[in-house]
């Protein structure tokens, strides 16, 4: 049985005091909101983002990234510092398998949007794994927004159904944050802010995933 510790939509503020656990996961939006020019991120990336990774006492850091993480799209960018990054693909790490993915529909001037019709191709390519991360919800959990109405996909929670995995963590609707259970299978969004991106207190998820084979 390994611990999984999920957090997503940092938005630039680095928790303190994380709970403990062998895998720490990040679901995307990590760059402050301040300023979303990819130079900026960059350098935010390597001052602040690495470091803090570097600090933390879980034996295992994965990240993905979010649709405000904009240096993350550019095609001469590269990940450093101890965290695995996962863009569209996949990791096994101490018997659990990983797979991260950032996209999200409806907003077209983001980063890491994509049309139901991409995210179809893009979500039906996500092969059976223990943890599936991603930065957007599945239509129907953890998608309701504060105005009225839901914003997740339709092609993850299509996935979800033909696949399910044991668990999966998302942001990106910061005022649905919760946790829900589907049969064998645990879906919760894990964001660190609120609609007003206030830091919320006790965000993150903390979960027990045991090693399928």
């Known amino acids: 049985m ?8 940092l938005h630039g503020n680095l928790p303190a005091g994380l709970p403990g656990g062998d895998v720490l996961v ?44 904009f240096v993350c799209e550019l095609p001469k960018w590269e990940p450093a510092g101890r965290g695995h990054y996962l863009r569209d693909s996949r990791i096994e790490l101490g ?5 991260g993915t950032p996209w999200v529909p409806h907003l077209p001037r983001w980063a890491f949007h994509a049309g139901e019709e991409q995210l179809a191709s893009r979500m039906a390519a996500i092969p059976e794994v223990d943890v599936l991360i991603s930065h957007g919800p599945p239509l129907g ?39 829900w259970q589907q049969g064998a299978m645990t879906l919760a969004n894990v964001a660190h802010v609120d609609a007003d991106y206030r ?6 998820g903390v979960f027990e995933v045991k090693p399928s084979r």
């Open 2 to 9: 390994s611990r999984v510790v999920a957090i997503a939509d």
């Open 26 to 69: 990040i679901a995307g939006d990590v760059c402050p909101l301040a300023d979303h020019d990819p130079e900026f991120q960059a350098g935010w990336l390597e001052r602040e983002l690495y470091p803090w990774m570097a600090s933390l006492p879980h034996e295992v850091v994965i990240w993905i990234a979010g649709n405000h993480d």
């Open 199 to 204: 830091v919320r207190p006790n965000a993150v």
């Open 95 to 99: 018997g659990l398998s990983f797979y």
């Open 141 to 179: 959990t953890g998608d309701r927004l504060a105005r009225g109405g839901r914003a997740g996909s339709t092609a993850l929670r299509t996935r979800l159904e033909e696949a399910p995995p044991q668990l999966c963590v998302f942001g990106h609707i910061h005022e649905d944050h919760g946790r």
